[in-house]
């Protein structure tokens, strides 16, 4: 089991931000715009009704607070101490009580509780902690035989340095500068390996684009830049 799967700068750069998390119009503009997108197409495949779900690298609870409207009920982990308050404080603003949150690493809570939780969710993660195949690993051994575990991150390639870096960071400033480091973006291929090595089977992929003139997002077939994967646990 390791503990130490996390970086500290990561941790601060999303802290300090962490009381703007909900403000629609602030730096998490794209991640409201996209969480419908993520939201439905998890639901489609794996039904939330009833379930027990796991958002992993939860931040202020944007998913995992739509998600709890949906689910059973819903767990959110994350090592930044600041996004998992304004996650607390939120839920209890909006009467949300089906959810709770927790600052304990991934690979902790599968030893703790494996094969927990019928959905895993953990988006926009990957990218951002040294090991991602560590992660990986735990959110399968999260999820129970049958269950579905959900992925997003950045593809690896000069497109998605052009776009991901240069165009939301720099131009269209959708992202705060410094968000990403397009050395940790991890290709399809790679993650598609950490996901065997799990013992996951994969099972969908979408690719998400941004239209800049009409600003709205849409999920698509091209995951040259931002995709989504979809995978299953052996029963």
Request: proline share 6%.
């Amino acid at each position: 089991m390791s503990s130490t799967n996390v970086d500290a700068a990561e941790l601060a750069k999303f802290s300090d931000l962490a009381h703007r998390w909900w403000d629609k119009e602030s730096e998490f503009r794209p991640l409201h715009e996209i969480n419908p997108l993520r939201l439905e197409w998890i639901d489609a495949l794996a039904s939330l009704k009833g379930k027990r779900a796991l958002d992993v690298g939860c931040g202020g609870g944007i998913l995992a607070e739509a998600m709890a409207l949906r689910a059973h009920h819903v767990t959110g982990i994350d090592l930044a101490v600041k996004p998992l308050g304004v996650a607390r404080l939120h839920a209890m603003e909006q009467g949300v009580a089906n959810i709770d949150y927790r600052e304990v690493p991934a690979e902790a809570l599968a030893a703790e509780a494996p094969g927990a939780f019928d959905v895993v969710t953990c988006m926009e993660m990957l990218e951002h902690v040294p090991d991602p195949s560590s992660t990986v690993r735990a959110c399968a051994q999260l999820a129970k035989p049958s269950g579905w575990v959900f992925f997003s991150t950045l593809n690896r390639n000069p497109k998605s340095y052009l776009f991901a870096i240069i165009g939301a960071e720099y131009v269209l400033k959708l992202l705060p500068k410094g968000t990403h480091e397009h050395s940790r973006f991890i290709k399809p291929s790679e993650l598609a390996r950490y996901c065997r090595d799990a013992g996951l089977l994969w099972q969908a992929t979408k690719g998400m684009g941004y239209n800049p003139l009409t600003r709205r997002y849409s999920l698509n077939e091209d995951t040259s830049v931002n995709y989504l994967v979809a995978c299953r646990k052996p029963a």
